[in-house]
């Protein structure tokens, strides 16, 4: 007898949004049979997303079903860096958490601080009932400079709020500037309309030390040394201005200061910036020439180039070229950095710093934690990590770690996998994936406010970084109602002034902003003090910075007597199949990236008799890191390129980039971590 067939299990849908640390926060779908998700696929309804996913989130459900995924409390039962634990309960957990900081709040709380970052980018499970927790305690404030501070701030003083382009007019442009943008490995979905734009007529330009596989595909690539964008806009400005390319009635109505830019960018002409750049004048004079006379003209500038001590004035020299030539005039013209601008969120609502009650704690820098947990006046006694992992992606590492490994530091980790960072917790939470909660996302790629619902019951025991802070609260005997907040709650706070959360998690997303096609700046109306371009900024002046654009020269310059010892100007990009640290434990994307690599020219590399697929050790007065090397053109002369974040525990000699990157000089603004402002010199192995 032939038994009877299984009925089919049927397939649900459910929508959901990217989390991730990108500005294209995509719309997802996940595919759900018996409570399981097989598979994760991008939403074509979604026009940014267009039903194409980045190769990292394509395979989400290997990162949620990872066998190495955390699903239970842990507590440390070896040496801190060992990663030896054992499973405790949740009871056991928490209550261990709210004994040890007791006693430390009851000294002093600001000896307590939280780390977090951009692990996720949802309002929910970012901050929100963890700020809430950290407000009533007392805790040190953290400064999240990590990333993006420092191009914000020059963005800010320049042109008000990063509103940026809508992505989904950049077809439209006649010209694309990827200004230290590695859209490929970046921003897919910004990728592909600058494709469509080539497709129609439309010339594509890099400007990035490393022949990137963004740069290897437009039709020019500028080489110019890290750290020197600045110069190169002054230079650009002074060509634009001497040939009579900008648009004098647009500069006129609508920027602030011209003529003391005039007489700033006189100072630079191509022969100069030439010099400082490591390029030649007819790159410039060339640029120059095509910016001024092609329209609509888009620059899509990124973070890259602020990680230098003069990174704020960059972004801000960059931002001024728009206003000069009246890119602004079109809507598909003008700079890109961040949409993030667009969007009303309620952080009082979200964050609650009424619970301070008249406290202004102490703020700590995240990008010197390593200072902060060796040398701090007042020593941090108790630290919580979410969202975050520093041992791996903080500057100066080996500082990091020494921090980290301090006995009398009491360490709790919220994750989803066993980190670089989890090595050193003594408790050790497991959290959801995006698969697993709900949250509402503000992104920065475009205009479209995102909703996540969640798709599967969240695995083992883990609870979402909300529930665990409510868990805390509670168990520090915090009564306040906010702490009682769903998450349903907090996302409707955080959306409150624009819509019903409700509606924008059945539709999945919701889009701001004026209708597609018109042109946000054409007649100025900039979120400046003046309401205008400012050239001259008195903010800045009054901020103790130069009121206009200038050139600073890399703390690390390749002219210093530092090079004298340490030649090499060293960059380390995101690599394409991770992001910041996340997924490189995914097996099949780590298999893509094979191994820590460093990419060196050829004369660089004869130099000093490297050879093909060798190892090499680079180094500078802060450390040292082993990689294999690859002899390429597409690391200019002069400079090396360590494509990263690798877990450490993951790279043959236990060390990653960051061991020779620096937390001893900050940005010029914004405070924060100059990652490529970095010497050193190479050896073979």
Same mark, same amino acid.
Request: glycine share 8%; hydrophobic share 40%; net charge neutral.
């Given at each position: 007898?032939?038994?009877?067939?299984?009925?089919?299990?049927?397939?649900?849908?459910?929508?959901?949004?990217?989390?991730?640390?990108?500005?294209?926060?995509?719309?997802?779908?996940?595919?759900?049979?018996?409570?399981?998700?097989?598979?994760?696929?991008?939403?074509?309804?979604?026009?940014?997303?267009?039903?194409?996913?980045?190769?990292?989130?394509?395979?989400?459900?290997?990162?949620?079903?990872?066998?190495?995924?955390?699903?239970?409390?842990?507590?440390?039962?070896?040496?801190?860096?060992?990663?030896?634990?054992?499973?405790?309960?949740?009871?056991?957990?928490?209550?261990?958490?709210?004994?040890?900081?007791?006693?430390?709040?009851?000294?002093?709380?600001?000896?307590?601080?939280?780390?977090?970052?951009?692990?996720?980018?949802?309002?929910?499970?970012?901050?929100?009932?963890?700020?809430?927790?950290?407000?009533?305690?007392?805790?040190?404030?953290?400064?999240?400079?990590?990333?993006?501070?420092?191009?914000?701030?020059?963005?800010?003083?320049?042109?008000?709020?990063?509103?940026?382009?809508?992505?989904?007019?950049?077809?439209?442009?006649?010209?694309?500037?990827?200004?230290?943008?590695?859209?490929?490995?970046?921003?897919?979905?910004?990728?592909?309309?600058?494709?469509?734009?080539?497709?129609?007529?439309?010339?594509?330009?890099?400007?990035?030390?490393?022949?990137?596989? @963004?740069?290897?595909?437009?039709?020019?690539?500028? %080489? $110019? /040394?890290? #750290?020197?964008?600045?110069?190169? =806009? !002054?230079?650009?400005?002074?060509?634009?201005?001497?040939?009579?390319?900008?648009?004098?009635?647009?500069?006129?109505?609508?920027?602030?200061?011209?003529?003391?830019?005039?007489?700033?960018?006189?100072?630079?002409?191509?022969?100069?910036?030439?010099?400082?750049?490591?390029?030649?004048?007819?790159?410039?004079?060339?640029?120059?020439?095509?910016?001024?006379?092609?329209?609509?003209?888009?620059?899509?500038?990124?973070?890259?180039?602020?990680?230098?001590?003069?990174?704020?004035?960059?972004?801000?020299?960059?931002?001024?070229?728009?206003?000069?030539?009246?890119?602004?005039?079109?809507?598909?013209?003008?700079?890109?950095?961040?949409?993030?601008?667009?969007?009303?969120?309620?952080?009082?609502?979200?964050?609650?710093?009424?619970?301070?009650?008249?406290?202004?704690?102490? @703020?700590?820098?995240?990008?010197?934690?390593?200072? %902060? $947990? /060796?040398? #701090?006046?007042?020593?941090?006694? =108790? !630290?919580?990590?979410?969202?975050?992992?520093?041992?791996?992606?903080?500057?100066?590492?080996?500082?990091?770690?020494?921090?980290?490994?301090?006995?009398?530091?009491?360490?709790?980790?919220?994750?989803?996998?066993?980190?670089?960072?989890?090595?050193?917790?003594?408790?050790?939470?497991?959290?959801?994936?995006?698969?697993?909660?709900?949250?509402?996302?503000?992104?920065?790629?475009?205009?479209?406010?995102?909703?996540?619902?969640?798709?599967?019951?969240?695995?083992?025991?883990?609870?979402?970084?909300?529930?665990?802070?409510?868990?805390?609260?509670?168990?520090?005997?915090?009564?306040?109602?906010?702490?009682?907040?769903?998450?349903?709650?907090?996302?409707?706070?955080?959306?409150?002034?624009?819509?019903?959360?409700?509606?924008?998690?059945?539709?999945?997303?919701?889009?701001?902003?004026?209708?597609?096609?018109?042109?946000?700046?054409?007649?100025? #109306?900039?979120?400046?003090?003046?309401?205008?371009?400012?050239?001259?900024?008195?903010?800045?002046?009054?901020?103790?910075?130069?009121?206009?654009?200038?050139?600073?020269?890399?703390?690390?310059?390749?002219?210093?007597?530092?090079?004298?010892?340490?030649?090499?100007?060293?960059?380390?990009?995101?690599?394409?199949?991770?992001?910041?640290?996340?997924?490189?434990?995914?097996?099949?994307?780590?298999?893509?990236?094979?191994?820590?690599?460093?990419?060196?020219?050829?004369?660089?590399?004869?130099?000093?008799?490297?050879?093909?697929?060798?190892?090499?050790?680079?180094?500078?007065?802060?450390?040292?890191?082993?990689?294999?090397?690859?002899?390429?053109?597409?690391?200019?002369?002069?400079?090396?390129?360590?494509?990263?974040?690798?877990?450490?525990?993951?790279?043959?000699?236990?060390?990653?980039?960051?061991?020779?990157?620096?937390?001893?000089?900050?940005?010029?603004?914004?405070?924060?971590?100059?990652?490529?402002?970095?010497?050193?010199?190479?050896?073979?192995?």
């Amino acid at each position: 007898m032939i038994g009877k067939s299984k009925t089919p299990s049927r397939v649900t849908t459910v929508k959901g949004a990217c989390p991730h640390d990108c500005p294209d926060t995509c719309a997802l779908e996940v595919h759900v049979s018996d409570g399981i998700a097989i598979k994760v696929s991008g939403s074509a309804a979604h026009a940014p997303t267009a039903g194409v996913l980045c190769t990292k989130v394509a395979r989400y459900t290997e990162r949620t079903y990872h066998p190495d995924r955390l699903l239970h409390p842990m507590r440390r039962i070896g040496k801190k860096g060992e990663g030896r634990f054992e499973r405790i309960s949740w009871e056991e957990a928490i209550a261990t958490v709210a004994n040890r900081l007791a006693p430390i709040a009851a000294e002093g709380a600001e000896q307590i601080l939280p780390y977090s970052y951009a692990g996720t980018m949802g309002l929910v499970q970012g901050e929100s009932m963890s700020m809430r927790f950290f407000h009533r305690l007392g805790a040190s404030f953290l400064d999240r400079t990590i990333c993006a501070s420092a191009g914000t701030a020059g963005h800010e003083i320049t042109l008000g709020s990063r509103i940026g382009v809508d992505v989904e007019l950049a077809d439209q442009a006649k010209l694309i500037i990827f200004w230290g943008s590695n859209a490929i490995t970046s921003s897919v979905h910004f990728w592909a309309r600058a494709q469509e734009a080539k497709r129609r007529g439309a010339t594509l330009v890099a400007i990035d030390p490393y022949r990137s596989l @963004t740069a290897e595909k437009c039709h020019r690539h500028i %080489a $110019l /040394l890290p #750290g020197t964008d600045s110069a190169l =806009a !002054l230079g650009l400005m002074h060509v634009l201005i001497r040939d009579g390319l900008i648009d004098d009635d647009y500069v006129q109505r609508h920027t602030l200061g011209f003529e003391g830019l005039s007489e700033r960018a006189s100072l630079y002409p191509p022969a100069k910036v030439a010099a400082i750049c490591g390029i030649t004048p007819q790159e410039i004079e060339s640029l120059a020439q095509l910016y001024g006379t092609t329209r609509p003209a888009l620059i899509r500038a990124n973070y890259g180039m602020q990680r230098v001590r003069g990174g704020g004035m960059a972004t801000r020299n960059i931002a001024c070229l728009p206003a000069l030539v009246g890119a602004f005039r079109d809507a598909a013209g003008g700079m890109f950095l961040s949409t993030s601008g667009n969007f009303a969120v309620d952080n009082r609502a979200l964050e609650r710093p009424d619970l301070l009650a008249g406290r202004t704690p102490r @703020t700590i820098n995240m990008s010197t934690i390593g200072h %902060a $947990l /060796l040398d #701090g006046i007042a020593p941090v006694k =108790a !630290l919580i990590v979410y969202n975050s992992n520093p041992v791996a992606v903080a500057p100066d590492s080996s500082r990091v770690v020494r921090g980290f490994a301090r006995e009398d530091l009491f360490t709790v980790v919220l994750e989803h996998f066993q980190t670089d960072t989890a090595d050193y917790a003594d408790i050790l939470l497991p959290a959801t994936t995006q698969l697993e909660h709900l949250d509402v996302i503000k992104p920065y790629g475009h205009y479209y406010m995102m909703a996540n619902n969640p798709a599967i019951a969240p695995l083992g025991e883990c609870k979402p970084n909300s529930e665990i802070f409510r868990l805390l609260a509670k168990a520090m005997g915090f009564e306040e109602p906010c702490f009682s907040d769903s998450d349903e709650t907090i996302a409707q706070a955080a959306v409150a002034k624009d819509w019903d959360f409700n509606a924008v998690r059945a539709a999945g997303w919701q889009r701001v902003g004026p209708a597609k096609d018109v042109a946000r700046f054409a007649d100025g #109306g900039f979120d400046t003090p003046s309401g205008k371009v400012e050239f001259f900024s008195a903010r800045a002046q009054r901020l103790g910075l130069d009121p206009l654009p200038d050139y600073i020269a890399p703390q690390e310059d390749t002219r210093s007597a530092a090079a004298s010892r340490y030649p090499l100007a060293m960059i380390s990009p995101p690599a394409r199949h991770f992001l910041n640290s996340s997924f490189v434990n995914v097996q099949s994307l780590r298999a893509s990236e094979g191994e820590p690599w460093l990419d060196i020219h050829p004369d660089d590399a004869s130099k000093r008799q490297v050879v093909a697929g060798g190892y090499v050790r680079v180094f500078n007065d802060r450390g040292s890191v082993e990689l294999r090397a690859r002899i390429t053109d597409r690391a200019r002369r002069g400079v090396v390129v360590g494509l990263s974040v690798w877990w450490k525990k993951l790279a043959r000699d236990g060390k990653n980039a960051n061991e020779l990157t620096s937390s001893d000089t900050l940005t010029d603004m914004g405070r924060a971590a100059t990652f490529y402002d970095c010497l050193v010199q190479v050896e073979a192995l």
